[in-house]
């Protein structure tokens, strides 16, 4: 019997990106696609999560239990606290997308600078970045780099050229004084194709997410 994969999105900009990377990675496994927009909506308006997007977060694992899911796929970062308290509640793996990242990241190297396209990100991406440097005993220093309104631009403008240019700028900013950089949103991998003249590691978490998934699964 095959296995089956819930994704939980908080927009729709990640659903076919994600969905083709997983096709590519483990293409035996079924996909189910969860997508609530009001979250990412509500995290960006209060900076941080809220018990309604705790609880939501919390009923979607419950529900992807009860279709059959031998796995979750926590998409975003910006709620990725709220899976926390979802994983307590469920029986089987919730992976966030940005967990094996992050290790990753503190193994590189000291000087990380963090990218995000909306505050409420950062926080959290930050945050599971030291607990990494922690769990490895690693001395790191963060560099947080808030590229303020480029999500918007995607998002809402539907934008993604703008979008790009933002980012990238800010990326080519940092990359000398960093010994790696990481893209906090899972959206930002509709900019690999424009990354290639980057020289240092730069890390984005939706390949790495789907790759921890595989592992978990043993496929």
Do not use: W
Request: proline share 3%.
């Amino acid at each position: 019997m095959s296995k089956k994969v819930a994704v939980i999105h908080t927009s729709f900009v990640s659903v076919e990106a994600l969905k083709d990377l997983c096709k590519e990675i483990m293409p035996q496994v079924q996909i189910v696609n969860i997508v609530d927009d009001s979250l990412l909506s509500e995290v960006m308006a209060n900076g941080a999560i809220t018990p309604g997007i705790v609880r939501r977060v919390c009923t979607y694992a419950i529900q992807a239990e009860a279709l059959g899911a031998d796995a979750i796929l926590n998409q975003c970062s910006s709620v990725g606290e709220a899976v926390d308290v979802a994983r307590n509640m469920i029986n089987i793996p919730y992976i966030k997308v940005d967990e094996a990242m992050a290790v990753e990241a503190v193994q590189i190297g000291g000087k990380i600078s963090v990218i995000a396209t909306v505050a409420s990100t950062m926080g959290p991406s930050v945050r599971l970045i030291e607990r990494a440097a922690e769990k490895l005993n690693k001395q790191i220093t963060i560099k947080r780099c808030l590229v303020d309104g480029a999500l918007d631009v995607l998002i809402k403008e539907n934008d993604k050229e703008k979008h790009n240019r933002l980012v990238l700028a800010e990326i080519e900013k940092v990359e000398a004084e960093s010994d790696v950089i990481v893209l906090a949103q899972g959206s930002m991998i509709v900019l690999l194709p424009q990354l290639k003249h980057i020289q240092k590691p730069l890390l984005t978490s939706p390949k790495s997410g789907i790759l921890r998934v595989k592992q978990i699964l043993g496929i």
